[in-house]
């Protein structure tokens, strides 16, 4: 059992909330991104969590690293293919509470037309009631993917060896959600 205060159908705080990655580049260094929220929902059962449903929709479009020729690559047909596959989701199929402040949410993760099925590890970070009395909850986690199961095969060997850019991608997320029923 989970407290109460958790049960309810919430909107995701696109302003307050991050949809992030990380990958290895050239073997020695991360870079970091984020793509934006066009659309999420959540809707928690405390009661019963397997019960509980997330949809997340990012748009691809909307990619950023801090380098604009980096982003424009990623949204080519060698990485995320925006012009075929605007959107990236994430639909549960299954949410547990695993103990204390911790969820793992399962469910079908599809980027350029490719579903996976995925779990991601979330830790309930609080419940408040913000300044415009409005119920806020927030949760933070991630999960690790390989890009090549996604279609996601470009790359370039080094000359020291390895390769430029990691196959393992790390899913981050910051989230934070506003109550509407």
Do not use: C, W
């Amino acid at each position: 059992m989970y407290p109460s205060d958790l049960t309810g159908t919430y909107a995701i705080d696109p302003a307050h909330s991050r949809f992030g990655f990380t990958a290895r580049h050239a073997m020695v260094t991360k870079v970091r991104g984020s793509i934006p929220v066009h659309e999420a929902t959540a809707s928690l059962d405390a009661a019963d969590p397997a019960a509980s449903k997330v949809r997340v929709v990012l748009d691809v479009a909307g990619i950023q690293t801090g380098n604009q020729t980096r982003d424009d690559h990623l949204r080519t047909g060698d990485f995320l293919d925006a012009a075929a596959h605007p959107y990236i989701t994430f639909e549960s199929t299954d949410v547990e509470h695993v103990g204390g402040d911790t969820f793992e949410v399962t469910g079908e993760l599809t980027i350029r037309g490719v579903t996976r099925r995925v779990t991601v590890s979330l830790d309930h970070t609080g419940t408040a009631v913000d300044a415009q009395g409005m119920t806020r909850v927030g949760f933070e986690g991630g999960t690790v993917i390989n890009r090549r199961d996604f279609g996601m095969t470009y790359n370039a060997v080094l000359e020291t060896g390895g390769v430029m850019i990691s196959e393992k991608i790390t899913l981050e997320f910051d989230l934070s959600a506003v109550k509407t029923v």
